[in-house]
């Protein structure tokens, strides 16, 4: 494995492959705050440069955190088809990304190709890419996932409706949901994060969100994003979920945080699948965000975006509907500022695509980031060109629980008539039906939740 | 005296008396001025508040009923798929609001008030403090000094107050969750220790006060990040047996404690509950059974 190189008369050494991935990433203030970033944007190329042309062998035989230490490690291992990892082990980096772009390479030879991947492989050449890069190999790759309804067909941007109230008031979510469907939101799932932790409570969500998908007959899914433990428990005492949630880590460790593990993932499945209400086969709701295994102390010194990476190769194991990166919920000490919110936002959805999950992206910013509403606004639309499979709705784009600003109703509406893109389709037939929207455009009752009381 | 001499005083009079009604009319202009100027004020705060409505909805009695149910901005109509301009301006009033409430700091008064003696975490200063979450978990030496000097050792509760990311959420809320807490420390048979105030704090500062204090159980009532609707929400993080190594899921926490959300006095009054199931149970977080 070359680790030097030579430019503009300055040797770069690098010691290690778990250097030469950190110091290639664009700058982020979370490797900066595990102090594994490069020293300088010279220093930063040049780690670009002697990755770009490494090989995918290079990378497979020198593993960041070895099997044998992190269960995280043995799931991707146990993912690689060996005969077609054979047949492109000695690709450089930079030859993956010239196949990826390359106009004869569609969505069928990359599904190919991804089942010789590893998630470290994946995060390789995502740190040579440029945004517009980025945007391009994405939008080739299609990801459609049945729950109760299919999303992620070519030209169709779902949303989460994601009515979250500040102390679970049934009333006050249920205004929230209303609002969405009145914009034709909520085709995604409709999707709660309940600020009270308990059975009852989850179950009461659960139950209530269901009770109104039957009474409207409304094609989509539910969710209470709850701990999974909690989730068990609520559907083991007659709660009605089509899907289960998790947030997930890209070690071992990290996932240890979220009181998870694989078997814990695994006996969860084995539940949703056999309790669960929805049709399937995608019967999970995963979220990632880089930077949460170093929030965790979890991180092995390895760079936030390779650990991100990481994640979906966890979440491919369950064959997830839905998989959401919430991109600038963790806060500044991660992604300071909008120029890499919009960065890791681009990255995290083309490694997720890449890897075969159906991603969304929550394009989100706290009130101690140095980011505004246009910057989401700004990414939004880049997400949407990129393919993106769904968005977060939430009511004028400020969640009153989570305390964060995402992407609003409007957003999503405003979006889908930019870029001709429409609802998911039995969604959409569902709001014709309504009378909420015709020919892919919204009608003048849109936008009254009263339409539901 | 003379005709003229009467004539100059009527003139002189005429004149006090127009100076005199100017005067007073200009003072009626001037305070009429002033009452416009309040109503301007108003009607601007009126303007910047949310008023923008659903025209035609279908059940017009429904929209107050749905909005009263809900923070969350709804109902707020649109013109094609883009919001009104009312309601785009209040959006960027409130983001600004919150901007400015990670820059506030807690009064010394309110500390007082409360017996709370102040020590300090080693987060340097507020961007330091945003960019290096590590620093607001680690006390400073004098910190730890100060702890082992005022504080009662091996209690069964330790409670710590932290600004974290929203002074302001201390300054709303800390008058109605402490007394609420304190009664219910006493409901449920439990005893504290000697409480204190962390400025610059992260919610894993409990690890390291675990350290120094060994208490049984530890809350930490702490700002939460600001938002929109609630630059004033407070967290309150609980843990069996604080200490270094402690993992997130190992915490047990009520969130969103602020007058629209989890109420302070309600939030005050479940700790004491949790913190005593807690001590049976031997546990926090995750391992909990609520």
Redesign the interface.
């Known amino acids: 494995m070359k680790t030097s190189v030579r430019l503009m008369g300055k040797t770069y050494q690098f010691q290690s492959l778990k250097e030469i991935m950190a110091k290639a990433n664009e700058e982020k203030?979370g490797d900066?705050?595990a102090g594994i970033h490069a020293q300088d944007t010279q220093e930063r190329i040049a780690a670009r440069h002697v990755l770009s042309e490494l090989t995918l062998a290079d990378i497979r035989n020198n593993p960041l955190l070895p099997p044998e230490e992190d269960e995280v490690s043995r799931v991707i291992e146990e993912g690689v088809n060996e005969k077609i990892y054979a047949s492109i082990r000695n690709w450089t980096v930079a030859e993956l990304r010239e196949y990826l772009l390359s106009p004869n390479v569609t969505n069928n030879e990359i599904s190919h190709i991804r089942r010789g991947l590893t998630s470290e492989m994946i995060a390789a050449v995502t740190k040579i890419m440029t945004n517009l890069d980025l945007i391009q190999a994405a939008s080739k790759i299609t990801v459609e996932t049945r729950c109760n309804t299919t999303i992620g067909q070519k030209g169709r941007l779902a949303g989460r409706a994601q009515?979250?109230?500040?102390?679970d008031?049934l009333?006050?979510?249920?205004?929230?949901i209303?609002?969405a469907l009145s914009y034709g939101v909520g085709d995604a799932v409709i999707g709660i994060n309940p600020?009270i932790d308990?059975v009852e409570s989850v179950k009461a969500i659960l139950n209530m969100t269901k009770e109104l998908m039957d009474k409207w007959d409304i094609p989509t899914q539910n969710c209470v994003l709850a701990?999974v433990?909690t989730q068990m428990r609520a559907i083991k005492q007659g709660g009605t979920a089509d899907l289960l949630f998790q947030s997930l880590a890209g070690t071992e460790l990290g996932n240890?945080?979220?009181?998870i593990s694989v078997d814990l993932l695994d006996e969860a499945n084995e539940l949703i699948l056999k309790e669960g209400t929805a049709a399937g086969p995608n019967v999970w709701y995963f979220e990632t965000g880089q930077g949460s295994e170093l929030?965790?102390d979890a991180h092995h010194g390895i760079d936030q975006l390779t650990l991100e990476s990481r994640c979906y190769g966890l979440a491919k194991r369950y064959n997830p509907f839905m998989v959401n990166t919430v991109v600038g919920f963790i806060?500044?000490?991660y992604l300071?500022n909008s120029k890499q919110v919009i960065r890791a936002g681009l990255e995290d959805h083309f490694m997720g695509k890449l890897h075969g999950l159906p991603m969304g992206v929550d394009v989100c910013y706290?009130?101690?980031m140095k980011a505004?509403?246009n910057d989401m606004e700004n990414l939004a639309v880049l997400l949407a060109a990129a393919g993106v499979n769904f968005l977060i709705g939430?009511?004028?784009?400020?969640?009153?629980?989570?305390?964060?600003?995402s992407t609003?109703f409007?957003d999503i509406?405003?979006l889908?008539?930019v870029l001709s893109l429409r609802p998911a389709p039995e969604f959409e037939k569902w709001l014709e039906k309504m009378g909420i929207m015709e020919h892919g455009k919204?009608t003048s009752?849109?936008?009254?939740?009263?339409?539901f009381? | 005296m003379s005709e003229v001499d009467i004539q100059r005083i009527v003139e002189k009079v005429l004149v006090e008396l127009r100076n005199r009604m100017e005067e007073k009319q200009q003072l009626e202009e001037q305070h009429e001025r002033e009452v416009e100027s309040e109503n301007e004020q108003l009607f601007s705060y009126d303007v910047m508040d949310w008023v923008t409505n659903?025209p035609?909805?279908?059940?017009?009695k429904?929209?107050e009923?749905?909005?009263k149910?809900?923070?969350?901005?709804?109902?707020?109509?649109?013109t094609?798929?883009?919001?009104l301009t009312k309601?785009i301006l209040k959006?960027?009033l409130?983001?600004a609001a919150?901007?400015d409430?990670?820059s506030g700091e807690v009064l010394d008064s309110l500390l007082k008030e409360f017996n709370l003696f102040t020590v300090e975490t080693c987060y340097e200063n507020k961007e330091v403090y945003?960019?290096?979450?590590?620093k607001g978990r680690i006390l400073t030496e004098e910190a730890v000094k100060t702890i082992k000097e005022r504080c009662i050792k091996n209690p069964q509760v330790q409670i710590v107050v932290s600004d974290g990311?929203s002074a302001s959420a201390i300054e709303a809320n800390l008058r109605d969750i402490y007394p609420s807490l304190l009664d219910s420390l006493k409901v449920n048979g439990l005893t504290q220790g000697t409480p204190f105030f962390v400025k610059g704090g992260r919610v894993a500062c409990m690890d390291h006060i675990g350290e120094i204090l060994q208490p049984e159980v530890l809350v930490l009532l702490i700002g939460?990040?600001?938002?929109?609707?609630?630059?004033n929400?407070m967290s309150a993080y609980m843990c069996y047996r604080p200490r270094k190594g402690i993992?997130?899921?190992e915490r047990t926490v009520i969130?969103?404690i602020?007058s629209?959300?989890?109420s302070p006095i309600e939030a005050g009054a479940h700790i004491g509950t949790i913190l005593r199931k807690m001590i049976e149970q031997k546990a926090s977080?995750?391992h909990l059974e609520?």
Request: with cysteine; charged share 20%.
């Open positions: 203030s900066q705050l009515p979250n109230h500040p102390n008031s009333q006050g979510i249920k205004a929230a209303f609002e600020v308990t701990h433990t240890k945080a979220f009181g929030s965790a806060g500044p000490e300071y706290t009130n101690h505004d509403q939430v009511a004028m784009a400020d969640d009153c629980m989570l305390n964060y600003q609003s409007h509406a405003t889908r008539e919204l009752i849109a936008g009254d939740p009263t339409f009381l | 659903v035609t909805p279908k059940f017009p429904g929209i009923e749905l909005r149910a809900t923070p969350a901005r709804i109902g707020v109509w649109r094609g798929t883009r919001p309601t959006l960027q409130d983001h919150a901007v409430a990670v945003l960019k290096r979450p590590d990311l939460e990040r600001p938002g929109l609707v609630s630059a929400s993992v997130e899921s969130s969103n602020h629209g959300g989890t977080g995750v609520l």
